[in-house]
């Protein structure tokens, strides 16, 4: 298995998603730009593949491998013999044949894993039903530049302990920040993460009081109740509505307190539009920061 997969944040040591998030900040200032052609007679490609939609994820990677010498292709797995059966193990192999670095947006964490396992090339999450570990480091960096060092800090999740919160769980021991998570019981991250925050010390709690949760809280964070590929979205609206994130509830977060989302966003359910829209709001920043996060993994996978 190639050694520089980006599958998810708790496979990194601190000290590289470290060094991942000061390349950014570093190529996001204009001190310098990774060039991933280096001496190579062609221009890496980097081969995108989708089997659920995406804005942020597509354009950032595709503007951000343009940027720093390489290419790239977008595929859709439905158009490809994956959509007919053939197996994941082939296609990493083949694919591996003709690019440089895969990203792989999935509705099943074990295709990434098993595309990992069969690649020669470096293969990066793109976002699974499990995790969405590039949406965090542009997330902690945009963190970072609002607030200072996270380390220490308390940042409130409210609403689905979906895969976006899973991340999170993993950045909180790496990161060493503070994370509650408040969420209702039966839509709370699996047992497992739970288990290995605890296992890691990590300072995550459940609060399920959204209220209780964001006291104290330098961040207050949402993301979609219905993510891509669920079904019951009836069910889940009624479960979370409690879990809105208001005008009310971001005045018992620090005064100073900053509001993300991952995008996109329904104004109206998990957030307002007050919220969305206001000043606590760094919504746009966290969008942009993908490309320079992106960046900064590419650079790691094919440079490291
Ligand atoms: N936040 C995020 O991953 O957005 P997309 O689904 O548009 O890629
Ligand atoms: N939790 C959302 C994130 C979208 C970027 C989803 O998986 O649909």
Redesign the pocket.
């Known amino acids: 298995m190639d050694s520089n997969h980006f599958l998810d944040l708790h496979h990194f040591s601190s000290d590289d998603l470290r060094a991942i998030i000061e390349d950014a900040k570093k190529i996001k200032s204009g001190a310098y730009l990774p060039n991933v052609q280096g001496s190579a007679s062609h221009k890496p490609v980097l081969i995108m593949i989708f089997d659920?939609p995406?804005t942020?994820?597509r354009v950032s990677f595709d503007i951000a491998m343009r940027q720093i010498g390489g290419e790239t292709l977008v595929l859709n797995s439905a158009d490809m013999q994956l959509g007919r059966g053939e197996t994941i193990a082939d296609t990493a192999q083949v694919l591996s044949r003709y690019g440089d670095v895969i990203m792989l947006r999935t509705t099943d964490h074990q295709a990434l894993q098993e595309l990992a396992e069969n690649a020669k090339i470096p293969v990066i999450n793109g976002?699974t039903?499990k995790s969405?570990p590039c949406?965090i480091l542009a997330d902690i960096l945009t963190f970072e530049e609002k607030c200072g060092p996270i380390a220490n800090k308390t940042l409130a999740w409210i609403g689905?302990g979906?895969?976006?919160a899973a991340s999170w769980m993993h950045a909180a021991a790496r990161f060493g920040f503070r994370l509650n998570i408040s969420c209702p019981e039966t839509l709370s991250p699996a047992q497992e993460l739970w288990d290995w925050a605890k296992n890691e010390n990590a300072n995550v709690h459940f609060v399920p009081q959204p209220d209780m949760a964001v006291q104290d809280a330098d961040c207050v964070i949402t993301?979609?109740w219905?993510?891509?590929?669920?079904s019951d979205a009836e069910q889940r609206c009624n479960l979370l509505r409690p879990f809105q994130v208001d005008g009310a509830l971001m005045t018992k977060a620090k005064p100073d307190a900053i509001f993300m989302h991952?995008?996109?966003a329904h104004r109206g359910d998990e957030a307002t539009a007050e919220v969305i829209d206001g000043p606590q709001s760094v919504v746009f920043d966290e969008a942009e920061n993908r490309l320079h996060v992106q960046k900064a993994i590419l650079n790691w996978c094919l440079c490291h």
């Open positions: 659920k995406s942020r994820t976002l039903d969405h949406q689905d979906n895969n976006v993301d979609v219905v993510s891509m590929g669920q991952c995008l996109p």
